[in-house]
């Protein structure tokens, strides 16, 4: 089993910086894929960014803006958030792999708004 808390999310305004965090918790070995997911109002969730086997992938809307990053020792996942836009207002989600099965965290809102 394992719980997932995420932190970091706020209102900043179009051009600001935010850094959202996110913990795994649990009887963890060692955690396959973790990644970055959000939701805007009446949209389907979908994917930001996701750190696996050494690997990253962004999607298109967020290269060049958004870093994730990962610490392995820690079960810890951080995405850095720059130049947001008000398009980037959603509830954004930490997602683990972790021995085939998903894990979600609670979501964290990030409004982008002047």
């Known amino acids: 089993q394992v719980q997932l808390v995420e932190s970091g999310g706020g209102l900043v305004q179009p051009g600001g910086s935010l850094t959202l965090s996110c913990a795994a918790f649990g009887s963890i070995f060692r955690i396959n894929a973790m990644g970055w997911y959000r939701q805007a109002p009446g949209k389907q969730r979908e994917l930001v960014a996701v750190?696996?086997?050494?690997?990253?992938q962004y999607a298109d809307f967020v290269k060049g803006r958004f870093t994730i990053s990962r610490d392995n020792a820690k079960n810890t996942l951080t995405l850095q958030m720059n130049s947001l836009k008000p398009e980037d207002t959603a509830v954004y989600y930490c997602?683990?792999?972790?021995?085939?099965?998903?894990?979600w965290g609670q979501g964290t809102q990030v409004t982008v708004s002047s």
């Open positions: 750190s696996s086997s050494g690997s990253t």
């Open positions: 997602k683990v792999d972790y021995i085939g099965r998903d894990y």
